[in-house]
């Protein structure tokens, strides 16, 4: 058997290992299981490809993208290594080839998606075929703390268990967190071996930008490479049509990619990016997993990204030759609103949202920093290093300032309320801006209150995104986004450290250009909270969400925050039949808390005026229960007979008595009947 070295000279016509691969090959061929973080670029597949060379049977590679397989597969068959794919893409031909292959023993490596995993025969089929090792390409896949969960690669672990094979798994971004559940996942108790390879890519400049006319910033940035191919990721599938359009009109080669287009179109794209020299695709953060286009020299994002680990993939897709390449990434405070807004709307358990908050608070930490960019970026993953040279940041160090006193002000407002409200709340406090709000609480007369009118709205909200970029404040999704104080934070309040923050922060805000919100700031979380349990209830009937509920509605419940039943059913939107199926689950988001018990006949009596009166029987009755004296046989009547009551008019003494009945007429039907006359005179 040719050694490694000898089969990538003679397959693969590479002279040398690049660095880690040696190490991690060797273990992968000798059977041991395996865990390599390698930096995009740093030769992940080269890993799990040579030893398959060297080992009997098949290795199965579990890949998430149908087009990475085909590529791979390709590249493959010119080296005339003999591999195939079993994809959702494959004619009925192909597949059949494919297995008459694998069952002639003619294949050494099988890739496959791992939707494929759900189906009954796979684990007999790849028994039977010799399967010997599974290697898992974008291992992060299978962390729900990743940024590309996908739940099937929760069943690999099973498959590797029921054959009783060795595994190596291999990411390009796993912070410590993600390591950990991969592990768990994949490999369960049988700890792997580690590989940790860095994570530094030092020929990608990277930059990061406020938004000041972005579409301009992106066509400017496309300027400086034109005709070097690219990519622009966007947050919407909208925008990705709109820039690549306008890139075309400024006479670019461009073209636009998201998950909404036919396969045959996503194909075509895929097809051109790695054949035409100088295309541009703008495109969501479905483009480009895997991607071995050698020579992309830049990557923009038009819009925040959604923590550092995506913004680490995404762009390692530049530069894979080695060769300098450039990134610029845009943000601005929709992009963060947008971002909070995606947290707080997802059905993850609180304490998965709050990490979640915190990723998006080191990638803002990233975007605001105030040294070398490289630096934050590797100390993420666990790195020093030192200035790097090759960012914004050391072209031209910010302006800074001493934002202690400002950062004191901040945590001492966020502490005088009870760490309950979010910025916008905090924010009215310090500029002693009274809002109804604000008095209905009692924080007009807070020690806090305008003790920070030198800043205004739009600076104290560039000082808050600090603040929260350093990890000092972090939204707390169960109070729906109200920001809470972290231990980070508590030796600055106590006056023992101090704290300088970017001055051009500080400007740019004030000539930021924001688009009109849907819904205030303060009242976003608890209206994303109510999208998530509407999307939970929704799919469970089978309906579209706007048939719960509409969009309207949920603002008028979040900006109203009704505290009971009675409130809820006078929201626009919440007749009878809905309050009686969704209303405790809507007003349990609202109030954090499950509604207490109601009875049915009260319940249809929620939100109107009968209501009041019927609470005010259940009150009377309770102090006649036992008659006047105290002493009487305890007497009482249903929910259903008091609603009744609650009904009917007062100027019909006979029937109250009749419907009571004698006993209970004698005892409750004095106190009943004034209390329906105050009824009729208040109405």
């Known amino acids: 058997m040719p050694t490694a070295s000898e089969l990538l000279s003679s397959v693969f016509g590479y002279c040398e290992f690049r660095p880690g691969q040696a190490e991690i090959i060797e273990a992968v061929q000798a059977g041991e299981d395996v865990l390599a973080i390698m930096p995009t670029g740093g030769g992940k597949s080269l890993c799990y490809?040579?030893?398959?060379?060297m080992r009997e049977g098949v290795t199965v590679v579990i890949s998430p993208l149908i087009a990475l397989m085909r590529d791979q597969v390709r590249a493959l068959g010119e080296a005339g290594v003999a591999a195939g794919a079993l994809t959702s893409a494959n004619t009925d031909e192909e597949t059949a080839a494919v297995r008459a292959a694998l069952e002639a023993g003619?294949?050494?490596?099988?890739?496959?998606?791992?939707?494929?995993?759900?189906?009954?025969?796979?684990?007999g089929f790849l028994r039977r075929i010799g399967t010997s090792l599974i290697a898992v390409d974008e291992a992060h896949c299978v962390s729900q703390w990743g940024h590309d969960f996908r739940p099937d690669y929760l069943r690999i672990g099973e498959l590797r268990r029921a054959l009783g094979i060795p595994l190596a798994a291999f990411t390009a971004t796993a912070d410590e967190d993600t390591r950990v559940e991969i592990i768990r996942r994949l490999f369960g108790d049988a700890a792997p071996r580690l590989f940790l390879q860095g994570f530094d890519r030092p020929n990608i400049r990277l930059a990061f930008a406020p938004k000041n006319a972005p579409r301009r910033q992106i066509l400017d940035f496309a300027e400086a490479h034109r005709g070097q191919g690219g990519i622009v990721y966007c947050g919407t599938r909208a925008k990705t049509e709109a820039l690549a359009r306008a890139l075309r009109e400024d006479g670019h080669s461009a073209c636009h990619y998201h998950g909404g287009m036919e396969a045959a179109e996503r194909r075509d794209v895929e097809r051109r990016f790695q054949r035409e020299d100088g295309l541009i695709v703008v495109a969501t953060v479905?483009?480009?997993?895997?991607?071995?286009?050698?020579?992309?020299?830049?990557?923009?994002?038009a819009d925040l990204p959604g923590s550092i680990?995506?913004?680490?993939q995404e762009i390692g897709r530049a530069g894979r030759d080695g060769a300098p390449a450039d990134t610029l990434t845009l943000y601005g405070a929709d992009d963060i609103r947008r971002r909070r807004a995606l947290i707080d709307e997802s059905a993850?358990?609180?304490?998965?949202?709050?990490?979640d908050h915190g990723r998006l608070n080191a990638l803002l930490g990233l975007a605001e920093a105030q040294t070398c960019r490289r630096q934050l970026l590797l100390a993420y993953f666990g790195e020093t290093a030192a200035p790097c040279g090759n960012c914004d940041l050391c072209a031209a160090p910010p302006e800074l300032f001493d934002a202690t006193t400002a950062a004191r002000k901040a945590l001492s407002a966020v502490l005088r309320t009870g760490e309950s409200f979010g910025a916008g709340h905090l924010i009215d406090i310090l500029t002693g801006r009274e809002t109804a709000r604000l008095r209905a609480h009692g924080?007009?007369?807070?020690?806090?209150?305008?003790?920070?009118?030198?800043?205004?709205?739009?600076?104290?909200?560039?000082?808050?995104r600090q603040m929260m970029g350093l990890d000092l404040l972090r939204p707390d999704p169960a109070r729906h986004g109200a920001l809470r104080m972290t231990q980070a934070a508590r030796p600055l309040l106590r006056g023992e450290t101090s704290l300088t923050l970017r001055k051009d922060s500080l400007r740019q805000s004030a000539i930021e250009r924001v688009a009109p919100a849907l819904i205030d700031e303060e009242d976003a979380p608890l209206f994303a909270a109510l999208k998530a349990r509407r999307r939970v209830l929704a799919e469970a009937a089978g309906v579209p969400a706007y048939v719960i509920f509409t969009d309207r509605t949920l603002i008028e419940m979040a900006r109203?925050?009704?505290?009971?039943?009675?409130?809820?059913?006078?929201?626009?939107?919440?007749?009878?039949?809905?309050?009686?199926?969704?209303?405790?689950?809507?007003?349990?988001?609202?109030?954090?808390?499950?509604?207490?018990?109601?009875?049915?006949?009260?319940?249809?009596?929620?939100g109107c005026g009968k209501a009041a009166i019927y609470d005010r029987l259940v009150r009377a009755q309770a102090a006649l229960e036992r008659g006047k004296t105290g002493t009487e046989k305890p007497l009482s009547c249903s929910p259903a007979l008091l609603a009744r009551v609650a009904r009917m008019p007062a100027d019909d003494p006979d029937r109250l008595a009749e419907l009571l009945g004698p006993r209970r007429a004698e005892r409750f039907a004095a106190a009943f009947r004034e209390i329906i006359a105050d009824r009729d005179r208040d109405g």
């Open 49 to 53: 490809q040579l030893p398959a060379l």
């Open 106 to 123: 003619r294949l050494k490596l099988l890739y496959m998606a791992p939707e494929r995993l759900a189906s009954g025969g796979t684990v």
């Open 286 to 301: 479905a483009f480009g997993m895997g991607m071995d286009k050698p020579d992309i020299r830049w990557v923009a994002h």
């Open 309 to 312: 680990e995506a913004y680490y």
């Open 348 to 355: 993850a358990p609180p304490e998965r949202r709050c990490a």
């Open 443 to 464: 924080h007009d007369t807070l020690p806090t209150f305008g003790v920070g009118r030198e800043y205004d709205r739009r600076q104290w909200q560039a000082i808050f």
């Open 560 to 606: 109203r925050r009704p505290a009971n039943l009675d409130e809820m059913a006078r929201i626009s939107g919440v007749g009878a039949t809905k309050l009686r199926r969704y209303g405790d689950a809507f007003l349990g988001v609202i109030t954090d808390r499950a509604p207490p018990a109601m009875h049915p006949a009260r319940r249809r009596l929620a």
